[in-house]
């Protein structure tokens, strides 16, 4: 027993002085010849959307500014004031050395503040380091890619980063309901490129065998439904090489060998390879969990009553709420090109079942149900009226009612955001059904309020699954969220049983 416990622990250092080798080694910046012969390389970081996970000030939001460090000069963007979010985009671009392969960036998220300003959280959990915040990355001028704090999370990769690749989230530290500043940030690292289609001079000099001064951008010369710029992009890892004690970069997408993208699904998101393809250019990640939902809404009626609008507040909370879980939350209300207002509903006082499914052909499918997005976005649209305040009408279709919200809505001073809680709740609520939640302890109607003995049993059930914590605006029930299952008995551990295939049925 104690031999196999030695031995154990002598292949465990082993593994370990391995991998550290292995870092050392990947980084190392020796002189090489000229790595792009036809331009002068520059750089470029650019910052496309910054969150606040956690509360800051008490009277008003942060004032953030971003700090790069590149190979050890420093560089500072604007300070955006007052924004729980910024999406505004940032971009710093700087001359590099042509001859040397590896770029270090170091990427700060402040807060200004005029009693000093503040470090906020967007790292991921650092066994060697547990009080870093910042994103430490290397960037490599030969295959377009960077690692370090932040890297593709491929099922080969050494080590996970579950927040997806671009993007650094303070939460993967475990501390999503603690408030020490975590924050979100969005990022994308690229380089000069004479062809114009992001796979740089040595890729394609020295992996593809393809021009380096025509753009391949769309090639798909496998036929297996994805093209070249995302396998490039998607497919790559580091790879350590024992017998050279090296490192070398493998694409596990090789553009001209046909991978079956239809069933590939790494991160088991309900999304394919293809799907995941479809929507990247709206931020999707094939190796970390993405939700997508189309939001349409009515127009005002002809007799005062208002458009039936989704508050922006609302809209951050439940990103806050999906984002912080390394589940990405993307909501189409216009950007992506789904979203549209439609027409007052004149049939009748209430918006039917009928007419929702009606309403999800015209504007949703527009009369095609072989749209490539059924399966693959959620569809959530905000009515006028109907039965109930929110309601399921289809998989991966439900709908909320303005006028029952609004009657639920009170005006309360000392919180800003109850409209947002009530609405945000609601729609987050008929949005977990979509997603296959559907516990039936707290989701019980009439169990809204203390005054119900069910409130009491499930209270311990901290989510807007359950109608104890749904709506506002009293404090108690102020929430936005599902639950994670901590609290004990009557818990139940909504974000662990999510259901993303449940879009697909």
């Known amino acids: 027993m104690i031999k196999k416990i030695t031995s154990l622990i002598i292949l465990l250092l082993f593994i370990i002085s391995i991998n550290t080798h292995a870092t050392s080694t990947i980084f190392e910046n020796n002189a090489v010849n000229d790595i792009d012969p036809l331009i002068d390389l520059q750089l470029s970081v650019k910052i496309n959307e910054i969150r606040a996970l956690d509360e800051f000030d008490t009277f008003s939001d942060p004032d953030f500014y971003v700090k790069l460090i590149i190979n050890d000069e420093e560089y500072f963007s604007p300070t955006w004031k007052n924004k729980k979010m910024f999406d505004e985009g940032w971009e710093k671009t700087v001359d590099v050395d042509d001859t040397k392969e590896y770029v270090n960036i170091k990427i700060q998220l402040w807060e200004d503040d005029p009693f000093g300003d503040t470090l906020c959280d967007i790292a991921k959990n650092d066994n060697d380091d547990a009080e870093r915040l910042d994103l ?111 490192t070398v970069p493998v694409w596990e997408y090789d553009p001209f060998i046909a991978e079956d993208h239809e069933e590939l699904n790494p991160d088991m998101d309900s999304l394919n390879n293809i799907e995941e393809y479809l929507t990247s250019k709206w931020g999707s990640d094939p190796f970390r969990k993405d939700v997508f939902v189309e939001l349409d809404e009515m127009q005002a009626g002809p007799n005062g009553e208002p458009a039936s609008i989704l508050p922006n507040g609302s809209k951050e909370l ?35 079942h009928v007419e929702c499914n009606q309403i999800y052909n015209d504007y949703f499918l527009h009369g095609n149900n072989s749209n490539w997005k059924k399966g693959v976005f959620h569809y959530g649209v905000v009515v006028y009226n109907s039965t109930w305040p929110g309601f399921n009408f289809r998989v991966g279709g439900f709908q909320i009612s303005k006028k029952h919200l609004d009657e639920k809505y009170v005006p309360n001073p000392f919180f800003s955001n109850d409209e947002a809680v009530v609405y945000g709740s609601c729609y987050m609520h008929e949005l977990g059904h979509s997603l296959g939640l559907t516990w039936l302890g707290g989701h019980v109607h009439g169990a809204g309020t203390p005054l119900h003995p069910l409130w009491w049993k499930f209270r311990p059930y901290k989510s807007i699954m359950n109608y104890g914590y749904m709506y506002g605006p009293l404090i108690w029930r102020n929430l936005v969220d599902y639950s994670d299952g901590s609290r004990g008995k009557n818990d139940f551990d909504d974000w662990s049983n999510i259901d993303f295939s449940y879009i697909k049925q």
């Open 136 to 246: 430490d990355l290397y960037y490599s001028l030969k295959t377009g890619h960077w690692s370090g704090d932040d890297m593709i999370y491929s099922p080969h990769a050494w080590e996970p980063d579950y927040s997806g690749y671009g993007r650094g989230n303070g939460c993967d530290d475990g501390s999503i309901y603690e408030n020490d500043k975590d924050c979100e940030i969005f990022f994308d690292i690229f380089q000069s490129d004479y062809d114009g289609d992001g796979i740089p001079y040595w890729t394609e000099v020295n992996i593809f065998e393809t021009d380096p001064e025509v753009d391949d951008t769309g090639r798909d010369d496998d036929s297996d439904g994805v093209p070249i710029e995302w396998e490039y992009k998607w497919g790559y890892r580091l790879s350590y090489d024992h017998k050279n004690h090296t």
């Open 318 to 352: 439940i990103k806050k709420a999906f984002n912080r879980q390394n589940i990405v939350f993307h909501l189409d209300d216009g950007e992506m090109g789904g979203s549209e207002m439609i027409p007052f509903d004149n049939q009748g006082d209430n918006t039917t």
